[in-house]
């Protein structure tokens, strides 16, 4: 049995097709539309603007509206993979969003910042192999943690009164 050209045209074109209509589907939503894209980070708390810009850039992409959605990221099945992982994350938390949580999950959310940078959880490797600029200094962590430890002192203060 030989393979004609033609037929594998006519394959490769219907594995195209097909691989754009699944590229339609969102199966977690259609994460790209945030209506809080241009909110700014962590409103309401005393994060700096270089503090916000860290967290911006270490955690924004799943963790707020305003992912950088790269170019591989609108192609099924990687399309979904993407999707699914920014929707986890943005469930667990999502700094576009902080304004909307009661103190004591803001207090909880900052507890759980501060566990993940000191075990080196967050950012997660895997995803600083395809995005090194999410990577954070030594420094960096450090100042996070402590913002984080101080605004949860912040809040609790705040939630006693």
């Not at 209506?35 to 962590?42: C, I």
């Not at 950088?68 to 576009?96: C, F, I, K, T």
């Not at 304004?99 to 600083?128: C, F, G, W």
């Amino acid at each position: 049995m030989t393979i004609s050209t033609r037929s594998v045209g006519i394959a490769m074109a219907g594995l195209m097709l097909a691989i754009a209509v699944l590229s339609l589907v969102h199966p977690w939503g259609e994460m790209r539309n945030g209506a809080d894209a241009k909110a700014e980070l962590l409103q309401g708390s005393t994060a700096t603007v270089p503090l916000r810009a860290t967290l911006e850039r270490g955690c924004g992409n799943c963790h707020s509206e305003r992912t950088q959605w790269p170019a591989y990221s609108r192609v099924a099945p990687v399309s979904w993979l993407v999707e699914h992982d920014v929707h986890e994350g943005r469930e667990h938390m999502n700094l576009s969003r902080w304004q909307q949580y009661s103190n004591d999950e803001r207090i909880d959310l900052l507890s759980r910042i501060v566990t993940q940078l000191r075990q080196a959880k967050m950012p997660p490797k895997p995803y600083l192999l395809m995005h090194a600029e999410a990577r954070l200094s030594a420094e960096e962590q450090e100042q996070l943690r402590a913002w984080a430890r101080a605004e949860r002192s912040r809040l609790k203060a705040q939630s006693s009164k």
